[in-house]
């Protein structure tokens, strides 16, 4: 079954430094999406892109992550000048339509110490 | 405000037995409602997906129902089994593509 991959599985950052988080969506997919979870709270949406563009954003995505597809397989999110409270899961997912489920990758924890 | 509640918070249940666990939700406007499963560090898994005009939706043992008047979902788990133990996430797409995550179930299955 074909599957959304994210690299690295574990990311130790010091604070202030820039991270970039990697992911694979399927082959056949359009949309992209990041979302996070920090340790023992819900699964918080961050960004969606379609189309070479972000087509919505929360809150918590401000100006300090972008996301980019810089070729044609990979997907992926930087976070500038970590902070101590950036801790947390980091999942990637793909679909293959707006409205179709969304396959979610095995994500990415970083840890800002 | 856009919120969507998760109960009960956790369940212990013995393996072969049936649960309920239910979702209520204040998302407007409605798209669509999801059921994950979660198991611990990694990603969500779907299960079910169901649309305004969707009361009920089965995907194997687990089957999913939705009254969008009441904006009350259920996912009904039958003879569980030691791999159920998860978390259990309820989803609700806003319109765009905005999704609100509940907290989730936690599910405990012993033999």
């Known amino acids: 079954e074909p599957e959304v991959t994210q690299t690295p599985s574990h990311q130790v950052t010091q604070m202030g430094q820039e991270v970039i988080l990697r992911c694979v969506p399927i082959s056949n997919h359009l949309y992209f999406y990041w979302y996070r979870q920090i340790l023992g709270q819900k699964v918080e949406f961050l960004v969606s892109?379609?189309?070479?563009?972000?087509?919505?954003k929360s809150e918590i995505f401000d100006d300090q992550f972008s996301v980019e597809r810089p070729d044609g397989s990979n997907f992926t999110l930087k976070i500038r000048s970590t902070k101590l409270e950036d801790s947390a899961m980091y999942f990637c997912?793909?679909?293959?339509?707006?409205?179709?489920?969304?396959?979610f990758g095995s994500g990415t924890r970083l840890t800002v110490v | 405000k856009n919120q969507v509640e998760q109960s009960p918070q956790s369940l212990i249940i013995l393996e072969g037995k049936n649960c309920t666990l239910q979702?209520?939700?204040?998302?407007?406007?409605?798209?669509?409602l999801r059921w994950y499963k979660q198991d611990t560090g990694r990603g969500p898994v779907s299960l079910t997906i169901m649309t305004f005009s969707e009361n009920t939706k089965s995907n194997g043992r687990y089957t999913a129902t939705l009254d969008a008047d009441t904006k009350q979902s259920s996912l009904h788990i039958t003879a569980s089994q030691l791999s159920d133990s998860a978390s259990y996430i309820c989803v609700v797409r806003a319109g765009g593509f905005k999704t609100i995550f509940g907290a989730g179930t936690r599910l405990f299955v012993k033999a």
């Open positions: 892109f379609y189309n070479n563009e972000i087509s919505e």
């Open positions: 997912a793909s679909s293959e339509g707006q409205f179709n489920g969304y396959t």
């Open positions: 979702c209520n939700y204040t998302v407007s406007p409605f798209s669509n």
